[in-house]
């Protein structure tokens, strides 16, 4: 790619990470090498698994986090480490993989909004990425400096969704 831009998904609605998940498989498709950073987010699930089979390299915690308004205190110090570790490990990769051509930072804005990541990591990796990596980030909101950075800004907003009546996160529609 000649020159990376800067995407993100953000909004209450369901579609942000099918949105990352499908530009990561159209690269991936198209001969791209595609690094999916999923933070907040562990376990086995479908697209993580289709993610891999194009030869995505994926980084993420094996470990299945709960909601964080669900988390005590020391779950939350944990889940805060971990995601901590797993940023500094995308970080790695952008500074040691040249030819990468896509990055995408799922649930990037919400760890720091949960308080796990300062918004200074995050400007950092915008700020000194290679000119020709495009990047891709989610979560509920961004602040206004991203939104002014951010090539593309796409909000998913909710109108109605099941979980609101109860219905639990459904294999292979919600992971």
Known sequence: MEKGLIHLYIGEGKGKTTA???????AAGNGRRVVF??????GETGEIASLKALGVRVIRSEKENCFTWE??????AECEAEQMRLFDEIREVIREDEALDLLVVDEALDVVAFGALDEQSVKDVFDSKPETLEVVCTGRGAPDWLIEKADYVTEMRKIKHPFDRGIKAREAIEY
Do not use: C, I, Y
């Not at 990352?20 to 159209?26: M, Y």
């Open 71 to 76: 988390m005590d205190e020391q779950q939350k």
């Open 20 to 26: 990352a998940v499908g530009l990561a498989a159209r």
């Open 37 to 42: 950073g999923q933070l907040l987010k562990g």
